[in-house]
């Protein structure tokens, strides 16, 4: 049994910007430190996450009629003069916003050519959006689009950021056996969330085809929804040349210098990364493609920026 474990944690093994190691995600935490967002209630308002319920904290509410029991500090002297009635203040409970991390774990985004695989790319991304999350005191969870394998539950602070960290190695390491696409995994994250969440969706942009138009704006209304576009230099910039590939054991030659094998390339890979730029913000989502050269915590100022509106 030894043996057996030693292979498997080999086989997992980080390896050169090849697969994501938990040592590289827990020391993208310092990327994080001194980098402060702005708390953002359910409408937008700066603070902490707003809860639904009534009752003690820092934002007003509503008044109503003071009921015996109710703490006298809290009188609406000038709702209660106004009416000649006794009114008291109510306030806006906080509680823990939930920060969940969506991972599309396509077959195609095991592959790079630059610094690292778009996988690994996607798994520092989520560890950063962890490590913030934990530094302003949200509850973390994350989850990938499977039938069989059950969200990453929710919980605070480095407890909870951990274990995302944990899931995006296991999911990041090598192409799940079993990978059910980006639109069933926003199916479970909806049944997840609640008003006020922080959604992160990690997404090669070729899966968001296949999500319907319409599913961005109903997720934005309710939550604050970011998309990382997981691309690598050779995708968007291909230099005009023959290329070789392997595809199902075979060698394939592409001759990108040639107008027409150069215009289904863009077609099948800077136009999915264009549409979603354009799209995706009038849907009230924000979005930015993440290159596998680049920093993978430069996408944070997303986190600041007021909410897009929704079309």
């Given at each position: 049994?030894?043996?057996?474990?030693?292979?498997?944690?080999?086989?997992?093994?980080?390896?050169?910007?090849?697969?994501?190691?938990?040592?590289?995600?827990?020391?993208?935490?310092?990327?994080?430190?001194?980098?402060?967002?702005?708390?953002?209630?359910?409408?937008?308002?700066?603070?902490?996450?707003?809860?639904?319920?009534?009752?003690?904290?820092?934002?007003?509410?509503?008044?109503?009629?003071?009921?015996?029991?109710?703490?006298?500090?809290?009188?609406?002297?000038?709702?209660?003069?106004?009416?000649?009635?006794?009114?008291?203040?109510?306030?806006?409970?906080?509680?823990?916003?939930?920060?969940?991390?969506?991972?599309?774990?396509?077959?195609?985004?095991?592959f790079g050519t630059r610094?690292?695989?778009?996988?690994?790319?996607?798994?520092?991304?989520?560890?950063?959006?962890?490590?913030?999350?934990?530094?302003?005191?949200?509850?973390?969870?994350?989850?990938?689009?499977?039938?069989?394998?059950?969200?990453?539950?929710?919980?605070?602070?480095?407890?909870?950021?951990?274990?995302?960290?944990?899931?995006?190695?296991?999911?990041?390491?090598?192409?799940?056996?079993?990978?059910?696409?980006?639109?069933?995994?926003?199916?479970?994250?909806?049944?997840?969330?609640?008003?006020?969440?922080?959604?992160?969706?990690?997404?090669?942009?070729g899966s968001l085809l296949?999500?319907?138009?319409?599913?961005?704006?109903?997720?934005?209304?309710?939550?604050?929804?970011?998309?990382?576009?997981?691309?690598?230099?050779?995708?968007?910039?291909?230099?005009?040349?023959?290329?070789?590939?392997?595809?199902?054991?075979?060698?394939?030659?592409?001759?990108?210098?040639?107008?027409?094998?150069?215009?289904?390339?863009?077609?099948?890979?800077?136009a999915p990364i264009e549409?979603?730029?354009?799209?995706?913000?009038?849907?009230?989502?924000?979005?930015?493609?993440?290159?596998?050269?680049?920093?993978?915590?430069?996408?944070?100022?997303?986190?600041?920026?007021?909410?897009?509106?929704?079309?």
């Amino acid at each position: 049994m030894r043996k057996r474990d030693d292979a498997a944690a080999s086989e997992l093994a980080p390896l050169g910007g090849v697969r994501p190691g938990l040592a590289e995600l827990v020391a993208l935490r310092a990327a994080v430190s001194g980098r402060r967002s702005a708390r953002h209630g359910r409408d937008g308002v700066s603070g902490h996450a707003l809860s639904p319920l009534r009752g003690r904290g820092m934002e007003y509410a509503e008044s109503r009629e003071y009921v015996a029991g109710d703490d006298a500090r809290h009188i609406d002297w000038r709702l209660t003069a106004r009416t000649g009635r006794a009114h008291t203040k109510l306030f806006q409970a906080e509680r823990e916003r939930l920060s969940l991390i969506v991972a599309d774990t396509a077959p195609s985004l095991y592959f790079g050519t630059r610094v690292r695989f778009k996988s690994v790319q996607a798994a520092r991304a989520g560890a950063v959006a962890a490590w913030a999350a934990a530094r302003d005191g949200d509850r973390i969870a994350a989850l990938r689009g499977s039938l069989r394998e059950a969200p990453v539950a929710p919980a605070s602070g480095a407890r909870g950021a951990l274990r995302v960290l944990d899931g995006l190695v296991r999911w990041y390491a090598q192409p799940p056996q079993e990978d059910a696409g980006l639109a069933v995994a926003l199916d479970h994250a909806a049944r997840l969330l609640r008003p006020g969440s922080r959604l992160l969706v990690l997404a090669d942009p070729g899966s968001l085809l296949t999500i319907p138009e319409r599913r961005w704006p109903a997720l934005a209304q309710h939550h604050e929804v970011i998309v990382l576009l997981l691309t690598d230099p050779l995708e968007t910039a291909p230099p005009k040349a023959l290329l070789p590939f392997r595809s199902g054991g075979h060698r394939v030659e592409l001759d990108l210098g040639v107008a027409a094998q150069r215009q289904r390339w863009r077609g099948a890979f800077s136009a999915p990364i264009e549409a979603a730029l354009e799209r995706l913000p009038s849907r009230g989502v924000r979005v930015q493609a993440l290159a596998t050269d680049a920093a993978s915590e430069s996408w944070l100022p997303l986190l600041g920026r007021a909410r897009p509106l929704v079309a």
